[in-house]
T-cell receptor, first 113, second 114 residues
Framework: GESVGLHLPTLSVQEGDNSIINCAYSNSASDYFIWYKQESGKGPQFIIDIRSNMDKRQGQRVTVLLNKTVKHLSLQIAATQPGDSAVYFCAETLSGGSYIPTFGRGTSLIVHP | DTAVSQTPKYLVTQMGNDKSIKCEQNLGHDTMYWYKQDSKKFLKIMFSYNNKELIINETVPNRFSPKSPDKAHLNLHINSLELGDSAVYFC?????????????FGSGTQLSVL
Protein backbone atom coordinates (compact mmCIF):
# COMPACT_ATOMS: atom_id res chain seq x y z
CA GLY A 1 0.00 0.00 0.00
CA GLU A 2 0.97 3.62 -0.23
CA SER A 3 2.65 5.36 2.61
CA VAL A 4 2.07 8.83 1.25
CA GLY A 5 -1.36 10.26 0.47
CA LEU A 6 -3.21 13.44 -0.24
CA HIS A 7 -6.41 14.74 1.30
CA LEU A 8 -7.81 16.55 -1.76
CA PRO A 9 -7.61 15.15 -5.27
CA THR A 10 -8.72 18.45 -6.89
CA LEU A 11 -8.34 22.02 -5.75
CA SER A 12 -9.92 24.94 -7.63
CA VAL A 13 -8.89 28.50 -6.82
CA GLN A 14 -9.19 31.95 -8.30
CA GLU A 15 -6.17 33.71 -9.74
CA GLY A 16 -4.47 35.72 -7.02
CA ASP A 17 -5.66 33.53 -4.17
CA ASN A 18 -3.32 31.52 -2.00
CA SER A 19 -3.41 27.74 -2.46
CA ILE A 20 -2.70 25.05 0.09
CA ILE A 21 -2.10 21.46 -0.94
CA ASN A 22 -1.90 18.87 1.81
CA CYS A 23 -0.16 15.54 2.12
CA ALA A 24 -0.09 12.87 4.81
CA TYR A 25 2.69 10.36 5.19
CA SER A 26 2.71 7.24 7.29
CA ASN A 27 6.37 6.37 7.81
CA SER A 28 7.89 8.24 10.74
CA ALA A 29 11.36 7.18 9.56
CA SER A 30 11.10 9.35 6.44
CA ASP A 31 13.52 12.23 6.69
CA TYR A 32 13.36 13.98 3.33
CA PHE A 33 10.26 15.30 1.59
CA ILE A 34 9.88 16.74 -1.87
CA TRP A 35 7.11 18.51 -3.77
CA TYR A 36 6.86 18.05 -7.53
CA LYS A 37 4.72 19.81 -10.13
CA GLN A 38 3.53 17.98 -13.21
CA GLU A 39 2.11 19.97 -16.08
CA SER A 40 0.03 18.31 -18.76
CA GLY A 41 2.12 16.17 -21.10
CA LYS A 42 5.31 16.62 -19.09
CA GLY A 43 7.24 14.83 -16.40
CA PRO A 44 7.17 15.94 -12.75
CA GLN A 45 9.46 18.84 -11.91
CA PHE A 46 11.05 19.61 -8.56
CA ILE A 47 9.51 22.56 -6.70
CA ILE A 48 10.84 22.54 -3.17
CA ASP A 49 12.12 20.12 -0.57
CA ILE A 50 12.45 19.92 3.19
CA ARG A 51 14.35 17.71 5.60
CA SER A 52 12.94 16.37 8.83
CA ASN A 53 15.11 18.65 10.94
CA MET A 54 13.12 21.63 9.64
CA ASP A 55 9.49 22.73 10.07
CA LYS A 56 9.29 25.27 7.29
CA ARG A 57 11.09 26.17 4.13
CA GLN A 58 10.36 28.99 1.72
CA GLY A 59 11.01 29.39 -1.96
CA GLN A 60 9.78 31.83 -4.54
CA ARG A 61 6.01 32.07 -3.91
CA VAL A 62 6.03 28.59 -2.38
CA THR A 63 6.35 27.44 1.21
CA VAL A 64 6.51 23.90 2.52
CA LEU A 65 5.46 23.12 6.07
CA LEU A 66 6.29 19.89 7.85
CA ASN A 67 4.51 18.67 10.97
CA LYS A 68 6.29 15.54 12.12
CA THR A 69 3.97 15.04 15.07
CA VAL A 70 1.01 14.29 12.84
CA LYS A 71 3.07 13.27 9.81
CA HIS A 72 1.67 16.01 7.64
CA LEU A 73 3.17 18.04 4.84
CA SER A 74 1.71 21.03 3.04
CA LEU A 75 2.60 23.16 0.05
CA GLN A 76 1.48 26.77 0.06
CA ILE A 77 1.46 28.75 -3.15
CA ALA A 78 1.08 32.50 -2.79
CA ALA A 79 -0.81 34.61 -5.34
CA THR A 80 -1.67 31.60 -7.47
CA GLN A 81 -1.38 32.14 -11.21
CA PRO A 82 -2.92 30.24 -14.16
CA GLY A 83 0.54 28.85 -14.88
CA ASP A 84 0.40 27.10 -11.52
CA SER A 85 -2.37 24.81 -12.82
CA ALA A 86 -0.91 21.32 -12.67
CA VAL A 87 -0.88 18.12 -10.65
CA TYR A 88 1.20 18.38 -7.49
CA PHE A 89 2.84 15.42 -5.82
CA CYS A 90 4.51 15.03 -2.48
CA ALA A 91 7.17 12.37 -2.13
CA GLU A 92 9.01 10.94 0.84
CA THR A 93 12.37 9.26 1.10
CA LEU A 94 13.17 6.70 3.73
CA SER A 95 16.25 7.33 5.80
CA GLY A 96 18.92 4.66 5.55
CA GLY A 97 17.19 2.96 2.68
CA SER A 98 17.78 3.09 -1.04
CA TYR A 99 16.65 6.72 -1.29
CA ILE A 100 13.87 5.89 -3.75
CA PRO A 101 11.17 8.55 -3.40
CA THR A 102 7.66 7.22 -2.83
CA PHE A 103 4.96 9.40 -4.33
CA GLY A 104 1.50 10.24 -3.09
CA ARG A 105 -1.53 10.25 -5.38
CA GLY A 106 -1.31 13.86 -6.46
CA THR A 107 -3.61 16.88 -6.27
CA SER A 108 -4.88 18.59 -9.36
CA LEU A 109 -4.73 22.38 -8.92
CA ILE A 110 -6.99 24.38 -11.22
CA VAL A 111 -6.52 28.13 -11.29
CA HIS A 112 -9.38 30.16 -12.73
CA PRO A 113 -8.52 33.54 -14.32
CA ASP B 1 20.00 20.42 -23.78
CA THR B 2 17.46 18.03 -22.30
CA ALA B 3 18.70 16.59 -19.01
CA VAL B 4 16.69 13.35 -19.13
CA SER B 5 15.40 12.27 -22.50
CA GLN B 6 13.31 9.25 -23.34
CA THR B 7 12.03 7.88 -26.62
CA PRO B 8 9.58 7.35 -28.07
CA LYS B 9 7.08 9.93 -26.79
CA TYR B 10 4.17 7.76 -27.94
CA LEU B 11 4.10 4.01 -28.47
CA VAL B 12 1.08 2.18 -29.84
CA THR B 13 1.32 -1.56 -30.21
CA GLN B 14 -0.61 -4.81 -30.23
CA MET B 15 -1.00 -7.24 -27.35
CA GLY B 16 1.72 -9.85 -27.23
CA ASN B 17 4.39 -7.69 -28.85
CA ASP B 18 7.78 -6.89 -27.32
CA LYS B 19 8.84 -3.25 -27.09
CA SER B 20 11.57 -1.08 -25.61
CA ILE B 21 11.67 2.46 -24.28
CA LYS B 22 15.01 4.23 -24.22
CA CYS B 23 16.26 6.70 -21.62
CA GLU B 24 19.39 8.79 -21.45
CA GLN B 25 20.56 11.37 -18.91
CA ASN B 26 23.38 13.87 -19.34
CA LEU B 27 23.49 15.00 -15.71
CA GLY B 28 26.26 12.68 -14.63
CA HIS B 29 23.91 11.03 -12.15
CA ASP B 30 24.65 7.62 -10.71
CA THR B 31 21.10 6.41 -10.23
CA MET B 32 18.28 6.03 -12.72
CA TYR B 33 14.68 4.99 -12.28
CA TRP B 34 11.60 3.89 -14.12
CA TYR B 35 8.18 4.95 -12.86
CA LYS B 36 4.76 3.96 -14.17
CA GLN B 37 1.92 6.50 -14.05
CA ASP B 38 -1.60 5.13 -14.33
CA SER B 39 -4.75 6.85 -15.53
CA LYS B 40 -5.33 8.26 -12.04
CA LYS B 41 -1.89 9.92 -12.10
CA PHE B 42 -0.45 7.66 -9.43
CA LEU B 43 3.33 7.32 -9.82
CA LYS B 44 4.67 3.89 -8.95
CA ILE B 45 8.34 2.98 -8.82
CA MET B 46 9.28 0.07 -11.05
CA PHE B 47 13.05 -0.03 -10.89
CA SER B 48 15.97 1.80 -9.40
CA TYR B 49 19.43 1.16 -10.82
CA ASN B 50 22.97 2.35 -10.36
CA ASN B 51 26.25 0.79 -11.33
CA LYS B 52 26.19 -1.33 -8.22
CA GLU B 53 22.64 -2.31 -7.51
CA LEU B 54 19.35 -3.03 -9.20
CA ILE B 55 16.33 -2.60 -7.00
CA ILE B 56 13.17 -4.09 -8.37
CA ASN B 57 9.69 -3.39 -7.12
CA GLU B 58 8.47 -6.91 -6.41
CA THR B 59 5.05 -6.12 -7.82
CA VAL B 60 6.46 -5.52 -11.30
CA PRO B 61 5.90 -8.52 -13.61
CA ASN B 62 9.07 -10.18 -14.87
CA ARG B 63 7.96 -9.27 -18.40
CA PHE B 64 9.51 -5.89 -17.59
CA SER B 65 13.28 -5.71 -17.54
CA PRO B 66 15.68 -2.78 -17.27
CA LYS B 67 18.81 -2.78 -19.36
CA SER B 68 21.69 -0.40 -18.68
CA PRO B 69 24.49 -0.35 -21.26
CA ASP B 70 26.26 2.38 -19.28
CA LYS B 71 25.70 4.83 -16.44
CA ALA B 72 23.93 7.37 -18.64
CA HIS B 73 21.35 4.97 -20.06
CA LEU B 74 18.58 2.85 -18.60
CA ASN B 75 16.25 1.27 -21.14
CA LEU B 76 13.01 -0.52 -20.35
CA HIS B 77 12.18 -3.67 -22.23
CA ILE B 78 8.71 -5.15 -22.08
CA ASN B 79 7.85 -8.66 -23.30
CA SER B 80 4.44 -9.97 -24.24
CA LEU B 81 2.62 -6.69 -23.78
CA GLU B 82 -0.79 -6.79 -22.12
CA LEU B 83 -3.70 -4.35 -22.14
CA GLY B 84 -2.98 -3.45 -18.52
CA ASP B 85 0.48 -2.24 -19.45
CA SER B 86 -1.08 0.83 -21.04
CA ALA B 87 0.18 3.81 -19.03
CA VAL B 88 2.71 6.62 -19.12
CA TYR B 89 6.23 5.51 -18.26
CA PHE B 90 8.71 8.00 -16.85
CA CYS B 91 12.43 7.70 -16.64
CA UNK B 92 14.23 9.71 -13.96
CA UNK B 93 17.69 10.16 -12.53
CA UNK B 94 19.26 11.43 -9.32
CA UNK B 95 22.58 11.63 -7.56
CA UNK B 96 21.34 8.76 -5.41
CA UNK B 97 23.00 9.96 -2.22
CA UNK B 98 21.49 11.26 1.04
CA UNK B 99 22.19 14.86 -0.01
CA UNK B 100 21.21 14.52 -3.63
CA UNK B 101 17.93 12.60 -3.86
CA UNK B 102 16.11 15.13 -6.06
CA UNK B 103 14.70 13.39 -9.13
CA UNK B 104 14.92 14.75 -12.66
CA PHE B 105 12.25 13.27 -14.92
CA GLY B 106 11.98 12.72 -18.63
CA SER B 107 8.88 13.86 -20.47
CA GLY B 108 7.29 10.41 -20.44
CA THR B 109 6.35 7.69 -22.93
CA GLN B 110 2.66 7.09 -23.41
CA LEU B 111 2.21 3.39 -24.10
CA SER B 112 -1.07 2.19 -25.58
CA VAL B 113 -1.59 -1.55 -25.95
CA LEU B 114 -4.43 -2.50 -28.28
Amino acid sequence: GESVGLHLPTLSVQEGDNSIINCAYSNSASDYFIWYKQESGKGPQFIIDIRSNMDKRQGQRVTVLLNKTVKHLSLQIAATQPGDSAVYFCAETLSGGSYIPTFGRGTSLIVHP
Amino acid sequence: DTAVSQTPKYLVTQMGNDKSIKCEQNLGHDTMYWYKQDSKKFLKIMFSYNNKELIINETVPNRFSPKSPDKAHLNLHINSLELGDSAVYFCASSGGTPTNEKLFFGSGTQLSVL
